[in-house]
């Protein structure tokens, strides 16, 4: 049973245009959500991450946004750049949940110029 | 960056042998886990240590062992190694059980033949 949820395997964005990474969570106990970015033969990045007291959190480009009521949150990357092309995962821990963190598989970025 | 550094970074190995990898830090972080990354899984936990010689398993546990006998270091077992087991392995770290972000090594890939 996935308790994190994220549909779409790839996204093709313009250089210039925002990009919207969604990301779905099942398990009512999460509280802390966060994003990493992955470039190939590299290991995971922290980016950005929000609790559930809060609905948005920005970092210059980065803003991730909460919704709670549907256990939905997105990262959107404004202006998107060429190097933002990578795989991003969402990730949740709470309690209720195993300890460490729980990923999503992924979606994988593509900045087009 | 944090100061989690995998050893070996490659390793083939064949099936039936035991493998172990090496996960140190010098963050001195109380947290550590062990991730494997396999197409369409996203990360999954094999194991986690909340202290030394204090370690649980995670969802993916099975063939797998673990040991934290000093704080920096945490090293994952592979006891007979298959080839279900040929995958990308991760190491993180984090200074909080929940709550906070967990910082990664540069990964070990690891292949049974």
């Known amino acids: 049973d996935q308790q994190v949820k994220q549909n779409s395997p790839s996204l093709s964005v313009q250089e210039g245009r925002i990009s919207i990474l969604n990301c779905d969570y099942t398990n009512s106990m999460f509280d802390y959500f966060l994003w990493y970015k992955k470039y190939p033969a590299e290991g995971p990045t922290f980016l950005i991450s929000i609790s559930s007291i809060k609905d948005k959190n920005e970092d210059g480009r980065f803003t991730v946004f909460l919704n709670k009521s549907a256990k939905h949150l997105s990262l959107h990357i404004v202006p998107s750049q060429p190097g933002d092309s990578a795989v991003y995962f969402c990730?949740?821990?709470?309690?209720?949940?195993?300890?460490?963190?729980?990923f999503g598989k992924g979606t994988h970025l593509i900045i087009q110029p | 960056d944090a100061g989690i550094t995998q050893s070996p970074r490659h390793k083939v190995t064949e099936t039936g042998t035991p493998v172990t990898l090496r996960c140190h830090q010098t963050e001195n972080h109380r947290y550590m886990y062990w991730y494997r990354q396999d197409p369409g899984h996203g990360l999954r936990l094999i194991h986690y240590s909340y202290g030394v010689k204090d370690t649980d398993k995670g969802e993916v546990s099975d063939g797998y062992s673990v040991s934290r006998s000093k704080t920096e270091d945490f090293l994952l077992t592979l006891e007979s190694a298959t080839s279900s087991q040929t995958s990308v392995y991760f190491c993180?770290?984090?200074?909080?059980?929940?709550?906070?972000?967990?910082?990664f090594g540069q990964g070990t890939r690891l292949t049974v033949v």
């Open positions: 990730a949740a821990s709470g309690e209720g949940g195993a300890d460490g963190l729980t």
């Open positions: 993180a770290i984090s200074g909080a059980r929940r709550g906070a972000e967990a910082f």
